[in-house]
C-alpha cells in the first residue's frame, strides 16, 4: 500500500526526508525525518509535517503528532511544515 500523496509537492530539505505511516484508515500522517545524528539519542529523530485524507486528497495541518487539524491548502504549505504561520498584519506584508 502506497501511503505516499500522488500529488505532493515537495521536497525535502537537505539532510531530511519524508515518511508516511498510517495514522487511522483514511488518514496518511506526513512525516520529516532528520537525518542528523544526535548525542541524547540512537532513534530516528522526526516531526510531524502534516496529514492526507486519502479518501478526500485534502491536506490538513497538524495540532500536535495525535491530533488532526484544520484543512489546508496545499500551495499554502512549506516544505518543514503545514502549520499556517499566524502573521499580524505588519508581518503578513514583511513575508509576502
Same mark, same amino acid.
Given at each position: 500500500?502506497? =501511503?505516499?500523496?500522488?500529488?505532493?509537492?515537495?521536497?525535502?530539505?537537505?539532510?531530511?526526508?519524508? !515518511?508516511?505511516?498510517?495514522?487511522?484508515?483514511?488518514?496518511?500522517?506526513?512525516?520529516?525525518?532528520?537525518?542528523?545524528?544526535?548525542?541524547?539519542?540512537?532513534?530516528?529523530?522526526?516531526?510531524?509535517?502534516?496529514?492526507?485524507?486519502?479518501?478526500?486528497?485534502?491536506?490538513?495541518?497538524?495540532?500536535?503528532?495525535?491530533?488532526?487539524?484544520? !484543512?489546508?491548502? =496545499?500551495?499554502?504549505?512549506?516544505?518543514?511544515?503545514?502549520?499556517? =504561520?499566524? =502573521?499580524?498584519?505588519? !508581518?503578513?506584508?514583511?513575508?509576502?
Amino acid at each position: 500500500m502506497n =501511503l505516499c500523496p500522488h500529488d505532493f509537492p515537495h521536497q525535502p530539505p537537505k539532510g531530511y526526508s519524508y !515518511e508516511y505511516t498510517s495514522f487511522k484508515r483514511n488518514v496518511t500522517a506526513i512525516w520529516l525525518r532528520n537525518h542528523s545524528i544526535f548525542s541524547y539519542t540512537s532513534d530516528p529523530v522526526r516531526t510531524i509535517w502534516g496529514f492526507f485524507n486519502t479518501k478526500t486528497g485534502k491536506y490538513y495541518a497538524p495540532i500536535n503528532s495525535k491530533k488532526v487539524g484544520k !484543512e489546508v491548502q =496545499l500551495s499554502d504549505t512549506r516544505n518543514y511544515t503545514a502549520m499556517q =504561520l499566524n =502573521l499580524n498584519p505588519l !508581518e503578513a506584508a514583511l513575508f509576502s
